[in-house]
Each structure stands twice: as structure tokens, then as C-alpha cells.
């Protein structure tokens, strides 16, 4: 077939054409994605924020709910399949050895701004091993709720209390050490020796001051502390009477002990009808309750978008919000910007000055372990099944480090 030199011209120049607009139009860039997974009964407190980030920076962000009770464990499984999550938020702090461990975290890298404007506490709860795996989003600590009638003045020491003025919820077969830790702390107790690099898993309450803590719990018994077991709308109602004076509780028992129960119809107000308190010293030392913090982990997926989970993560941190936890569900906001306009409700404000020197549960890998053994040993000194307080303390400090040692 003859070709025309005309049809070679128009082939060459359609080509030339072509090479320029391909050179010419720039590729349009596929929008940043983030997987975020977030315990379900939370996931509306974090849509707000999520969505008012992910708009204004221009990326993509799936928000999934999982049931809190599980995510922990597929987050382990999913992360290293390369099918979890870029970050994990909603998660209690004490899940930061045990993931970490697991290789399911990356350490954060945030501005120091960004670390000064969080409580230095809450901080410290992410930290393990001495890196930062996670920042916090909001704080929970517990502290003395008293009757005003029952008792006008806060008590400057359990010396003053009396038997069967204090209640504590505790079980008969698992004691609760999460609410007798400001009591053991103030003997000079702490559960395990810490650095500035955070917990260590070297016991701290297995040495003469544990033992004295052991032996004030078997003395003192239920009938100082109140009977072990009592139902939940007891306690409301009791506190509530005044036919106790006291209860170490948290904020989560505010909305019960304001509003009552089906066996205590009456309202309750802050500061008229109850007041909250710092914990007294029971052994002579500062009585120190355990922080709890939530907040956000960047995982170690192999597809992690680092830079936009990091920036994400430091937004919900911020005081915006922090500021959306305190109006949504009453958090006490970890950030201390957002902590100024909480304090405007006298409960949060109560709260937050009652654990201004509160420490952050201890977040080490064995740690469901020694919440069993510690608790059933304070079970069994406090509802007088120990005929040898100082041996049966012994040995749970024994059996716990034997357990972190496995």
C-alpha cells in the first residue's frame, strides 16, 4: 500500500500533541485515606472532631467502631496482617505495654508545644519503656464524695473517720485494689518502683510498708470500710442519706447520686446536698489515686499514613477537642487549655483538684494478672479470711513477680 506523506505528517503531529498534553497535564493526586478504629460507645464522641480535621485537611477518614472489650486483641492480630487500623482511639492507656509489646504501636513524634499543652500525668500514661506510644484525650480519677450534712468539713485525715462512715465498693472474693490505692499509696506502698521513663515492673509494695498496709486492711476489716459486696443503688442511697459520710468513688456515680435511684427518689445537688474532696491520708504519706487516661495510638501497620495520623492524633489532643469530650460526655479534658473552660462545671473542677497529684494505672504487659492476685489477697484481708496478714501479702508479691518474670 502506498502511503502518503501527508498522512505521515498528520501521524507525526497527532504524536506531538499527544507528548505534550501528557507532559503538560499534571496527574491528579489520589486524597490521603486514614483507617481509624474507635471503641463503639465512644464513636460518636469522636465523629465530631474527626470529621471537622479530616474536612479541613483534605483527607479521607473511616471511622470504625469496635466493641472496646475486643478491639485490643484485633488490633494485635490486624496490624500485622497489614488490615488494621492507622490509629487506634478511644483506648485506655494501660493498654500501651501490652500492645506495645506486640509490636502493634509506633512511638509518636510531637512538638513540644504540643506535649507542654497535655498534663504532664496523662503524659506519663502513654509511656513505656521510655518512648511516647500515645497522647491523651481526656482523664478520669476518683476522690472522696461526702454527705455536706453527714460531714460539712472535708476530714485532713482518716484518723477522724469513724467505723462504718467510709464505703468503698469492693467485692468479697476480688477486693477492688483500683479504689484502695490512695489508701495504700499514703502508706508509702506504691505497686511498682517508677522512673522518669514510667513504671518499671519491679514491685514497690512487697517490702515493709506493703506488709503494714496488709495488716491496717485485716484490722480494720468491713467494719471500718463497710460491708464488702454492697449493691450499686445502695451505695447511691447511702451516701445520699447520709448514713455514710463517705465514699471514694468517681465522676461516673455523680449522675446517679444527683438524679437517685428506684430506693432514693430525691435530687441531690453539688456543694448543697454533697461535696467532692481529696482523698485524707490513711498511712502518713500523701494518699495518691490511679489516673486513667484515654486517648490515641499511631499502629505499626506496614501501610500507615504516618504524617497524617500524627497530625490527626495531635488534633484530637488539642483544646477544640478536648473542649467537644467536656460538652458531649462530661470528660475531663487532658489538654489544659480545654481543662479551664471543664472547670467550669464544679464537678469536673472538683474532680481534676482532687487528683492534681493522681498517677497513671501502671501500664506493663502482665498487668491483668496483678490486678487478679493483688485484688483477692485484699479481699481476703479485709473480710477477715487471713489468719497471717504479713505472709499472705508476702506471698502475692511472690506470686506477682513470679508472673511478670513468666
Known sequence: MKIRKSSIAAAVATLAVGSMLAVSTPAIAATPTLLVWVDSARKTTFAGPVADWAKDNGVTVTLTGKDFGAVRDQAKTAVPAGTGPDLLIGAAHDWTGNLAAAGVLRPVSVSVATSSALASNAMQAFLFGGKQYGLPFYTENIALVRNLKAA?????????????????????????????????????APVFESTNKGWTSTLGMDGTAGVTFAKYLATKGEKFFAKAGKGWDDLVCDIKSGKVKYWITGPWAISAIEGGNSKCTAKSVINKDFAISAIPSFGGKTAQQFMGAKGGFITNSPSTDV???????????????????????????????????????????????????????????????VWDKWGKTEAKLLTGKSTDPAADWKAMSAAITATIKG
Open 307 to 369: 504524617v497524617n495520623a500524627t497530625q490527626l492524633l495531635t488534633y484530637l489532643a488539642g483544646k477544640a477537642a478536648g473542649i467537644n469530650y467536656f460538652n458531649l460526655d462530661s470528660f475531663t479534658p487532658a489538654n489544659k487549655e480545654a481543662l479551664v473552660v471543664a472547670n467550669n462545671d464544679p464537678v469536673i473542677k472538683a474532680f481534676a483538684a482532687a487528683g492534681a497529684k493522681a498517677v497513671p494505672m501502671p501500664n506493663i504487659v502482665a498487668m491483668d494478672s
Open 152 to 188: 460539712p468539713k472535708a476530714p485532713t485525715s482518716a484518723a477522724t473517720i469513724k467505723n462504718g462512715e467510709l464505703q468503698i465498693g469492693y467485692s468479697a472474693t476480688g477486693g477492688d485494689p483500683y479504689h484502695f490505692y490512695p489508701v495504700q499509696s499514703s502508706f508509702g
